[in-house]
Every structure is written in C-alpha cells, then in structure tokens.
C-alpha cells in the first residue's frame, strides 16, 4: 500500500504576495517511490502566501535516503 505525504504548509509570508515554490535549482531532483509525483513538481507552482500558509503544498512520496529542497520566491 503507498502513503501519500501531506500537504507542506509555508507560514510567515506576506498573504497578499503571490510566490513561486520550485525545486531548489543546482539541487538533483530526488527520486520519488510512486510514479505519480504532483505536477507541481516538474513545473512549480504560484500560489499567494495565504494560501501557502493555510493549504500548502503536496508533498511527494520520497524514498527514505532522499530530500526536497525548495526555492519560494515572490512574484510581482
């Protein structure tokens, strides 16, 4: 049975601000064990602090070993 990791909530931005969460560049992607790893993932995702704080974002499934480092920027 796979588990499915929660959502990864980002508190502390500003809500009114749009921000860009990617993997962190120079970083190698990490191996996820499903094949169904969130869209987001490959392409990042733009989301306003609000909602990174209160919703988040999915987490992929990730083999023990590995890491997710992320980049959040914000976006004018």
């Known amino acids: 049975m796979a588990q499915v990791p929660g959502a990864v909530r980002l508190p502390g ?3 009114e601000r749009r921000y860009r969460v990617r993997p962190a560049d120079g970083v190698p992607a990490p ?3 499903n094949r169904s790893a969130p869209i987001w993932l490959a392409t ?4 306003s602090g609000a909602a990174l ?3 988040g974002v999915q987490m992929p499934a990730l083999h023990p ?3 997710l480092v ?4 914000a976006v004018d």
């Open 13 to 15: 931005l500003d809500p």
């Open 31 to 33: 191996a996820t064990i």
């Open 44 to 47: 990042g995702v733009t989301l």
């Open 53 to 55: 704080a209160r919703v």
């Open 65 to 67: 070993e590995q890491s």
């Open 70 to 73: 992320l980049e959040v920027d």
